[in-house]
């Protein structure tokens, strides 16, 4: 008999309930009972904190932050910490439960974590970041740990970051603990090319999939929604890889210019004028008219939910490379397929960070050295292996389907049987 859980406070939201489905898709493939079912869609251990931060005008505002332990079967939790102003319990569990998939896919020792704080950093100064970042990771360092959880960056959290809870941590065990978080400055532990690596995955595995679609890469036209750190270097490589990059977007709007952008030009003017929109040789659109331009790639790397039931139909892109995490809802998912784009599902497609995460944890772990170039092929391998695995089961199996579920079927039964193993289940 299964347990009432209909009171956990993140049941109804909608990006959980969304991850739910597709747990419940996968399961129904594998044949796995309605309790199992119940066991993997709920987070093993769940804490919310206060965090009392005095501003630099002398008054104290308190701010709300969470963790989500989502499964530990394969091992510790591992997932990134974000700051952001709708941040809710929800998306950190939901964030949690991809989390858990997406390292079991890449087959890296780590199971689900996230976390997350309710708040604008933009609106805060230095100061203030740095102690809402602090008493944030002392609220929660009695849950982390090198072998217990291990956070990394995420939206609006970035290396100095990690430095601040590197350090913070590091007091209260009295001793410097180099692998409790990952992506942290090269000067302690860090490596220089993990700032680069979830993006270089989203366009390694576009890439892939451009060999199997097209025949190559070279001369296809590519549209990034999002041009964050995600964004930015999947658009960098697109183009070093010889495809031609037409329009990329921030939450300012987008630029669109059919005979190509001058990426590193446009990364030059976003960190100048915080916009791409100031880049001048473009002509500029909306982030809606960009996913529906006519291009071969689209890199949804923004935020969640962007390609809906409502504008699926307008997706005229071959292959969607997910940068972002949850950007299709399951009903565009479906639709998609039926038009055979070939959707690279994100807990595949934006793995490259958290494959890097652990190359790092490694390196640091064994007190080794580690060159970027050694880095990145051994990113570049690994993703090249998953991907094709992926496909090749896809193809196989389940071709009448989004890839997604592949991936799913993958991760899934990979986590089921390390918990039945054991004696969880």
């Known amino acids: 008999m299964s347990l009432d859980f209909s009171g956990a406070p993140y ?49 104290i505002a308190v701010f709300i932050g969470w963790r989500s332990q989502h499964n530990s079967a394969l091992g510790p939790y591992k997932g990134g910490i974000r700051y952001h102003p709708n941040v809710s319990v929800g998306e950190v569990v939901a964030l949690s439960m991809w989390m858990t998939w997406k390292n079991a896919l890449a087959g890296i020792p780590y ?26 990771f002392a609220s929660i360092s009695r849950m982390v740990g090198e072998n217990v959880d291990i956070p990394a960056p ?8 990690m430095a601040w809870f590197f350090d913070e941590y590091s007091k209260i065990v009295g001793y410097p603990a180099w692998g409790v978080v990952t992506a942290k400055p090269f000067q302690i532990g860090g490596l220089k090319v993990r700032v ?19 025949g190559g890469l070279e001369g296809r036209t590519v549209a990034v929604q999002g041009f964050g750190n995600v964004g930015r270097y999947a658009a960098f490589y697109l183009a070093q890889w010889g495809a031609r990059v037409v329009a990329v977007s921030d939450s300012k709007g987008g630029i669109y210019n059919p005979n190509g952008l001058d990426v590193e030009k446009v ?19 909306s982030n809606e008219e960009l996913l529906e331009l006519d291009v071969d790639i689209l890199v949804p790397a923004a ?6 039931e409502k504008n699926a139909d307008k997706v005229k892109a071959k292959i969607i490379s997910e940068g972002a995490n949850g950007p299709t809802t399951p009903e565009a998912d479906e639709k998609l397929a039926k038009k055979g784009v070939v959707v690279i599902p994100d807990i595949l497609a934006n793995a490259g960070g958290v494959t890097m995460s652990w190359i790092e944890w490694c390196h640091d772990r064994m007190g080794c050295w580690l060159t970027e170039e050694e880095a990145l ?43 039945k193993l054991r004696g969880w289940l």
């Open 196 to 214: 680069i690596s979830t993006g270089y995955g989203v366009a390694l595995v576009a890439r892939e999939a451009a060999k199997k679609v097209f």
């Open 377 to 419: 092929d051994r990113l570049d391998k690994k993703m090249s292996e998953n991907f094709n695995l992926v496909f090749s089961e896809w193809e196989k199996k389940y071709s009448d389907k989004p890839m997604r579920i592949a991936a799913y079927v993958i991760a899934v039964s990979r986590v089921v049987d390390a918990m």
């Open 303 to 308: 935020i969640e939910d962007v390609i809906t």
């Open 111 to 136: 199971g689900g974590g996230k976390g997350g704080i309710k708040v604008d950093p933009h609106k805060l100064s230095p100061r203030e970041l740095e102690e809402l970042s602090r008493k944030y």
């Open 11 to 59: 049941e109804k939201d909608p990006v959980y309930m969304m991850a739910v489905e597709q747990l419940k898709e996968a399961a129904q493939i594998l044949g796995l009972s309605d309790d199992v079912v119940e066991v993997l869609r709920h987070p093993e251990r769940l804490l919310q904190v206060k965090i009392p931060v005095k501003l630099d005008n002398g008054k």
């Open 267 to 285: 990364m030059k003017v976003k960190n100048k004028t915080r916009a791409v929109i100031n880049y001048e040789d473009a002509k500029r659109i």
């Open 154 to 161: 995420d939206v609006y959290t970035d290396p100095q970051t």
